[in-house]
């Protein structure tokens, strides 16, 4: 088993035991494929919920660019969702995790079709 999926079967693992969530693997994996290599990164691979700036760049870049959303309260709601349910306390909420929560929130599992 390669680095990229042991992190995959981690991350499931977080959806699963931390989140409450049976994850769809195959969207797991493209997700995680989507990240790049920021995975193998430890401070890329995760997201600092407590940091504006970083929510920003989930808004941002993944939210708006890669799901093609609009700009508005409902993408700050999912984000504080989704940091919520991966829980507030939890040190490490990774990124492919977040970002596979909010592709399921909006419906835009197409986008990685």
């Given at each position: 088993?390669?680095?990229?999926?042991?992190?995959?079967?981690k991350?499931?693992?977080?959806?699963?035991?931390?989140?409450?969530?049976?994850?769809?693997m195959?969207?797991?994996?493209?997700?995680?494929?989507?990240?790049?290599?920021?995975?193998?990164?430890?401070?890329?691979?995760?997201?600092?919920?407590?940091?504006?700036?970083?929510?920003?760049?989930?808004?941002?870049?993944?939210?708006?660019?890669?799901?093609?959303?609009?700009?508005?309260?409902?993408?700050?709601?999912?984000?504080?969702?989704?940091?919520?349910?991966?829980?507030?306390?939890?040190?490490?909420?990774?990124?492919?995790?977040?970002?596979?929560?909010?592709?399921?929130?909006?419906?835009?599992?197409?986008?990685?079709?």
């Open positions: 088993m390669g680095r990229r999926d042991e992190l995959i079967a991350y499931a693992d977080d959806l699963k035991n931390k989140c409450g969530m049976n994850p769809d195959e969207l797991l994996r493209k997700v995680t494929i989507g990240c790049g290599p920021s995975i193998y990164d430890a401070d890329a691979s995760t997201v600092a919920g407590s940091q504006q700036h970083e929510l920003d760049t989930v808004k941002t870049n993944f939210l708006m660019k890669k799901l093609g959303l609009p700009d508005g309260p409902a993408l700050d709601e999912a984000i504080g969702a989704a940091i919520q349910t991966y829980g507030k306390s939890e040190r490490n909420k990774y990124r492919a995790v977040i970002y596979y929560m909010l592709t399921k929130h909006f419906g835009k599992e197409a986008v990685y079709g």
